[in-house]
């Protein structure tokens, strides 16, 4: 039986120069009292487009680390509750956005009553469109990403405007772009090529790829718009791409190349985004026999094996030419700790380690090695 599972998502609204306009509808989606959530680097853009419009905001909540740790849930928390907070609105990539999720679940265990969510993407990766957040437990021997997945967190509203995205730091907005196209691939694991995620996430990473393949080397974004190499309507359709790659994620269940992402970051502190440069191309040929012919959606001249190759390829020589990391060695990762990486993975994620099939564990160790 074939389904398809849809989230509370109320609106999405895109566009240039959409963003004052947004925020001063926002009470019209249920976003009253709102606390806002972003980090420092992202304050001016709040100031300039966002707070104007938002007429009974309750203030700013800005210490919100990579990774979400749990600390910072609690301190998100507990500046919701003293300042009666009504809703949330989030400004920012996937760990504010991930940040505002648990905050709200936290607040309907406490309350009773989860607070609604707008969404201000500044990264690639989709978060704004899921229920699925991670939240990394500290106060054990040892850190772990936990993740959770509530449909009351997913965000009632979200904006899409290239001005979110014009600053973001150059590695963190494209290595963003390699983990959206991950959420298109590994959302075929438990779906089949008609189903209507299936047919968007191929139509997201061409449209990923289109762009990626034609972007300058170093230059930082707005550097690379003034020189007339990319324009604003590139990076509207890398947003788009990014909604597309992740249109039905209720729908979906996310593989291997996701959860060494959890353990690398959550527990070893790498960027989220960039674990996905190092993951995703070895763990598609890895994986290659456990998705049998789904990966001909993306690479229709291509059957079963040779269709993951070269889909994997693509993406390998987009993360090249990008000037991404490519390997675990470059992050200055610990050989070392390949061993602890394997075990967390098998202990925590028995069922994504089985799509390497046969002799999974000795077939993990080996793909550790080759991401090293």
């Given at each position: 039986m074939?389904?398809?599972?849809?989230l509370?998502q109320?609106e999405?609204?895109?566009?240039?120069?959409?963003?004052k306009?947004?925020?001063?509808?926002?009470?019209?989606?249920g976003i009253?009292?709102?606390?806002?959530f972003?980090v420092e680097f992202?304050e001016?853009?709040?100031?300039?487009?966002?707070q104007?419009?938002?007429?009974?905001?309750v203030?700013?909540?800005?210490?919100?680390?990579?990774?979400v740790?749990?600390f910072?849930?609690?301190?998100?928390l507990?500046?919701?509750?003293?300042?009666?907070?009504g809703s949330?609105v989030?400004?920012g990539g996937?760990?504010?956005?991930?940040?505002?999720?648990a905050?709200?679940?936290e607040h309907?265990k406490?309350t009773?009553r989860?607070?609604?969510?707008?969404?201000?993407?500044?990264?690639?990766s989709?978060s704004e469109f899921s229920?699925?957040?991670?939240?990394?437990?500290?106060?054990?021997p040892?850190?772990?990403k936990?993740?959770?997945?509530?449909r009351?967190?997913?965000?009632?509203?979200?904006?899409?405007?290239?001005?979110?995205?014009?600053?973001?730091?150059?590695?963190l907005?494209?290595s963003?772009a390699?983990?959206?196209?991950?959420h298109?691939v590994?959302g075929m694991r438990r779906?089949?090529v008609?189903?209507?995620?299936?047919i968007?996430?191929a139509?997201?990473?061409?449209?990923f790829?289109a762009v990626?393949?034609?972007?300058p080397r170093n230059l930082?974004?707005?550097?690379?718009?003034?020189?007339?190499?990319?324009?604003?309507?590139d990076?509207l359709?890398?947003?788009?791409?990014?909604w597309q790659?992740?249109?039905?994620?209720a729908?979906?269940?996310?593989?291997?190349?996701?959860?060494?992402?959890?353990?690398?970051?959550?527990?070893f502190?790498l960027?989220?985004?960039?674990?996905?440069?190092v993951?995703l191309?070895?763990?598609?040929?890895?994986?290659?026999?456990?998705?049998?012919q789904k990966f001909?959606i993306?690479s229709?001249?291509?059957?079963?094996?040779?269709a993951a190759?070269s889909?994997a390829n693509r993406?390998?020589?987009v993360?090249?030419a990008?000037?991404?990391p490519?390997r675990l060695s470059?992050l200055?990762f610990?050989?070392?700790?390949l061993?602890?990486?394997a075990a967390?993975?098998?202990?925590?994620?028995?069922?994504?380690?089985?799509?390497?099939g046969?002799?999974a564990?000795?077939?993990?160790?080996?793909l550790?090695?080759?991401l090293?």
């Open positions: 074939n389904q398809l599972k849809c509370p109320e999405i609204v895109w566009g240039h120069d959409i963003l306009t947004v925020a001063a509808s926002m009470g019209d989606h009253s009292r709102p606390m806002t972003t992202l001016g853009l709040n100031r300039e487009y966002l104007p419009g938002i007429r009974d905001g203030g700013t909540f800005t210490n919100l680390p990579p990774h740790p749990d910072a849930v609690r301190d998100g507990r500046a919701c509750i003293e300042s009666n907070a949330i989030a400004l996937g760990s504010v956005l991930d940040a505002a999720k905050v709200s679940y309907f406490q009773g989860y607070l609604p969510i707008a969404a201000f993407p500044t990264t690639l989709g229920h699925y957040f991670g939240v990394t437990e500290t106060d054990g040892q850190k772990f936990r993740s959770y997945a509530v009351e967190t997913t965000p009632t509203l979200v904006a899409i405007d290239p001005r979110l995205i014009v600053d973001t730091p150059r590695a907005l494209l963003s390699i983990k959206g196209i991950d298109a590994e779906v089949d008609d189903h209507p995620h299936a968007l996430a139509r997201g990473v061409e449209r790829l990626l393949e034609k972007w930082e974004t707005r550097e690379a718009i003034e020189r007339g190499l990319v324009s604003a309507d990076l359709q890398l947003q788009l791409a990014a790659c992740y249109f039905y994620p729908s979906v269940i996310y593989g291997l190349s996701h959860r060494i992402g959890h353990i690398l970051g959550g527990t502190g960027p989220h985004s960039v674990t996905s440069c993951t191309a070895p763990v598609i040929r890895a994986c290659a026999g456990a998705y049998g001909k993306f229709p001249d291509h059957d079963g094996q040779t190759i889909l993406i390998a020589t993360v090249e990008l000037n991404l490519s470059t200055d610990d050989r070392a700790k061993p602890e990486v967390l993975l098998m202990q925590n994620y028995p069922s994504e380690v089985g799509d390497l046969d002799d564990g000795r077939k993990l160790e080996a550790l090695e080759r090293w």
